[in-house]
Nanobody, 115 residues
Framework: QVQLVESGGGLVQAGGSLRLSCAASGSTAGIHRMGWYRQGPGAQRVLVAD????????KYSEHVLGRFTISRDNAEYTVHLQMNSLKPEDTAVYYC????????WGNGTLVTVSS
């Protein structure tokens, strides 16, 4: 079992920045990928960004490319999402996930971007 704890959500004005963090604990040795999804009001949960914890290869949604940066600290099994130039349409609950032989999810952290 893996437990994920997210932090860093909140309220920010458009154009501002936030940094989300997600720390994994438990059976972390099998983690090979970590990342973030988000779910806006009335919308489906969609991928924001993820990172291969072994190679460092990253993948981004086209909607955040150039504004968000995902990074990891393998020693701590922690992944960060630096979000810059935030827009109101970035408002969502952001969920951390990780992949071993199955996927695990955090409880989510709310990001609200005011116009």
């Amino acid at each position: 079992q893996v437990q994920l704890v997210e932090s860093g959500g909140g309220l920010v004005q458009a154009g501002g920045s936030l940094r989300l963090s997600c720390a994994a604990s438990g059976s972390t040795a099998g983690i090979h990928r970590m990342g973030w999804y988000r779910q806006g009001p009335g919308a489906q949960r969609v991928l924001v960004a993820d990172i291969n914890t072994l190679s460092g290869f990253t993948k981004y949604s086209e909607h955040v490319l150039g504004r968000f940066t995902i990074s990891r600290d393998n020693a701590e099994y922690t992944v960060h999402l630096q979000m810059n130039s935030l827009k109101p349409e970035d408002t969502a609950v952001y969920y951390c996930y990780c992949s071993t032989w199955r996927d695990y999810w955090g409880n989510g952290t709310l990001v609200t971007v005011s116009s």
